[in-house]
Structure formats: structure tokens, C-alpha cells
């Protein structure tokens, strides 16, 4: 099992956070770690979405959504072969501190069988794709709210 998990505060509200991470049309204008993704952002929803790892070739993964809930919450799980070979589990999760300011958690999650190889091989990767991804939201977020 791999656990990347970072917490780190945006100067927007959760309603403007909640506003960049749920327009899925506009990740190609801000998001080098997700550039592409596409589905319905609701429980039992499937997002198809092209993940961009430093150094590697881009990696087209399906994945099924567990939970959005606005302004707060959004989840989703996807797999390689079966949960056993490979799973990865997605959570964003937005704490308001103010009203202009939110506590922002990012958690990946890689288990499965394949996953101690993967971190082994791709651990450097993940990482960088993770806080690529953190930096941009913080980046959109803040813009948006000036």
C-alpha cells in the first residue's frame, strides 16, 4: 500500500474551490496532472480521465465516483485487472476555516498486489503528479477568488 496525502490552505472559499474542482471541462486549462477528464460527478458516476505522471507516458484509467458532495467532498475508486491486482482511491476533501479560506486535503491511495512494485517504480512520479496537481487547484482557486 502507497499513501500520498497532503493538507495545505487556499485563500478562496469552498465554494470557489469546489467551483474549479467540479468543472471537468476546464482541467485541460489548469490541471497538468489530470488534463483531461470527463463523466458525471455524482455517487455511482464513471470519470474517464488521462493521468500525466512526470517522466512517463500518459496512463487512460476509468475510475467510478464514490461521493461529491459540494463545496465539501469527492472520491472516486479505479482499478487495474481486479481490486486485488491494483486499486487506486482519489480523495479531495475542503475544510472552510473562513470564508475566504479552506484547509484543502488531497489522499491517494495505491493497494492491490502490484501496488509495492508500482510505488517502487513510479513512487517519485506519483508524488510529483500529486503536488503538481495541488499547486495548479491552489493556483485556479486563488485566481478565481481575486
Excluded: C
Excluded at 490552505?9 to 471541462?25: H, P, Q
Aim: charged share 25%; no cysteine.
Amino acid at each position: 500500500m502507497a499513501l500520498h496525502r497532503t493538507d495545505f490552505e487556499i485563500d478562496a472559499s469552498d465554494a470557489e474551490v469546489w467551483a474549479v474542482l467540479a468543472d471537468l471541462d476546464r482541467y485541460p486549462e489548469w490541471n497538468p496532472a489530470l488534463p483531461a477528464i470527463s463523466g458525471e460527478l455524482r455517487a455511482g458516476g464513471v470519470l474517464s480521465m488521462t493521468l500525466a505522471l512526470p517522466g512517463r507516458p500518459p496512463l487512460n484509467v476509468e475510475a467510478k465516483v464514490l461521493e461529491a458532495t459540494p463545496n465539501r467532498r469527492l472520491s472516486w475508486r479505479g482499478h487495474l485487472g481486479a481490486d486485488l491486482l491494483f486499486t487506486g482511491y482519489r480523495e479531495f476533501a475542503i475544510e472552510p476555516l473562513t470564508a475566504d479560506r479552506v484547509r484543502f486535503t488531497h489522499i491517494e491511495d495505491l493497494s492491490g498486489w502490484l501496488a509495492p512494485v508500482f510505488e517502487l517504480v513510479m513512487g517519485g512520479p506519483v508524488q510529483r503528479h500529486h503536488e503538481d496537481l495541488n499547486d495548479s487547484l491552489k493556483r485556479r482557486a486563488e485566481t478565481k477568488a481575486r
